[in-house]
């Protein structure tokens, strides 16, 4: 189910974002009155799941689901269509237009997928607002997984900066680290100020694994509710009970506690739990899953939130600088892939992409990665690449500047060329998925 879960939001979320990205190349067509043959969601080749004519345009949804497109009359596109382009032009067609009008054409979906960011971003931000977590409130310090460990962070340090800059969303400090190649972070460790440099080559290790959530915060493990069938609550433990350790080791966070109680599977142990003042030993029988039913308190029980409402007025200008924030993070993070050893490996196809969703439902969840979905989307459509959106405007900007038209013949073999190009990177990024599976 979570995976089903994942996939509909994955296509819901990629539907969208296609549907506004062709609507703005067949919006600014129209505006130019260019004729726009077929508008599809999904590629249909050899058939299409359902389609209808309404005035020109043909409009259907195809069975594959690797985007979209609008077929412009009079252009070398996807569709290949080479006899439409032997007969002469004819006014209504793309080819005809001046080349001011063609590039604005061309430039449509790039420019809806950014204004859809920012009006996702706005909705987001009006209805939900904003809140983290800042690092100041993180008083127990964090928690490292092997890869925060290589990198030289330890359990129960207390991040102060990064590269001597603070960081107040704590949620941030690994987007911070890696967008911003950091060569050292601030911490306090035992209560000391320390400096820990981030070794040669971290940064590629941080790029190539699925998750680069590898620093999360400490906090005390207090029993909140349990499962019906709960081994914990058959040996009496109770709601704000604190659970401290296991048999004679200590474990005073929930972290530590989550990673210790699975290696006790089908075994008898000893829980102690703090309940109020006293000391409580409960003997509890660990099934085969490794966890005994017990849900912590939320972190809002332990850490002060920093929240930040909007109204439609102030949430305008706050969503322009959300998207244009994440537009930069995504040009860094392009940069990164050509700055850093064998970070070609962290390229991912859907796999990826499908990932970054949660497995339960979260509106607020789904519109942001929309969002970010999008402007990545605009990005890469625009890069100088034929048979994307930037090839065409790259042409474009040549005819403007030398007075004349590349040919129809260098034109096709250019189209050819941008979509083996286009084909063999999404091999390759939905082989490194595969691959990282295996080894994950």
């Known amino acids: 189910m979570d995976i089903f879960i994942k996939i509909v939001q994955l296509l819901l979320s990629l539907s969208i974002l296609v549907i506004f990205h062709e609507l703005g190349h067949f919006t600014a067509a129209k505006i130019f009155k260019t004729r726009v043959e077929k508008f599809y969601l999904f590629f249909n080749p050899w058939f299409a799941l359902f389609k209808f004519k309404r005035g020109e345009t043909e409009y259907g949804l195809g069975w594959l689901p690797l985007g979209g497109y609008v077929k412009i009359s009079g252009m070398i596109d996807e569709s290949m269509d080479k006899e439409q382009m032997k007969q002469p032009p004819q006014p209504w067609e793309f080819r005809s237009k001046p080349a001011w009008q063609r590039l604005i054409i061309m430039l449509g979906g790039v420019t809806v997928n950014l204004l859809l960011a920012i009006a996702i971003y706005i909705m987001i931000l009006f209805v939900w607002g904003e809140q983290y977590l800042p690092t100041s409130q993180v008083k127990y310090g964090i928690s490292v997984d092997s890869l925060g460990y290589q990198m030289g962070l330890r359990n129960g340090d207390k991040i102060v900066?990064?590269?001597?800059?603070?960081?107040?969303?704590?949620?941030?400090?690994?987007?911070?680290?890696?967008?911003?190649?950091?060569?050292?972070?601030?911490?306090?460790?035992?209560?000391?100020?320390?400096?820990?440099?981030?070794?040669?080559?971290?940064?590629?290790?941080m790029i190539n694994k699925i998750s680069a959530d590898f620093i999360s915060f400490q906090m005390p493990f207090e029993a909140d509710r349990f499962n019906t069938d709960s081994p914990a609550k058959v040996a009496g433990m109770k709601v704000n009970d604190r659970i401290i350790g296991i048999n004679d080791t200590i474990l005073p966070f929930f972290d530590q506690f989550r990673k210790t109680i699975p290696r006790y599977k089908n075994q008898t142990v000893k829980i102690i739990v703090l309940r109020n003042e006293d000391t409580v030993r409960l003997t509890v029988k660990v099934p085969s899953k490794g966890l005994i039913g017990v849900y912590p308190k939320l972190p809002s029980a332990y850490f002060q939130f920093k929240e930040k409402s909007f109204n439609l007025f102030s949430a305008v200008p706050a969503g322009f600088t959300k998207t244009f924030k994440a537009a930069g993070?995504?040009?860094?993070?392009?940069?990164?892939?050509?700055?850093?050893?064998?970070?070609?490996?962290?390229?991912?196809?859907?796999?990826?992409?499908?990932?970054?969703?949660?497995?339960?439902?979260n509106w607020e969840v789904f519109w942001s990665w929309t969002a970010f979905l999008s402007i990545m989307l605009a990005i890469l459509n625009?890069?100088?690449?034929?048979?994307?959106?930037?090839?065409?405007?790259?042409?474009?900007?040549?005819?403007?500047?030398?007075?004349?038209?590349?040919?129809?013949?260098?034109?096709?073999?250019?189209?050819?060329?941008?979509?083996?190009?286009?084909?063999?990177?999404?091999?390759?990024?939905?082989?490194?998925?595969v691959i990282k599976l295996f080894r994950h």
């Open 161 to 205: 900066s990064v590269d001597h800059k603070e960081v107040e969303d704590f949620a941030a400090i690994p987007k911070t680290i890696l967008l911003e190649q950091a060569g050292s972070v601030q911490v306090l460790r035992d209560g000391k100020p320390f400096d820990v440099i981030i070794p040669k080559g971290f940064l590629s290790k």
């Open 382 to 433: 625009v890069l100088p690449i034929p048979a994307l959106d930037g090839g065409h405007v790259l042409f474009l900007f040549y005819e403007i500047i030398f007075r004349r038209k590349p040919s129809d013949k260098f034109m096709e073999y250019a189209q050819y060329t941008g979509m083996i190009l286009l084909f063999a990177l999404l091999i390759f990024a939905n082989a490194n998925d």
């Open 329 to 361: 993070d995504y040009l860094k993070s392009i940069r990164i892939l050509f700055s850093q050893e064998k970070a070609y490996e962290s390229v991912g196809g859907f796999i990826s992409i499908g990932s970054i969703f949660p497995s339960v439902w």
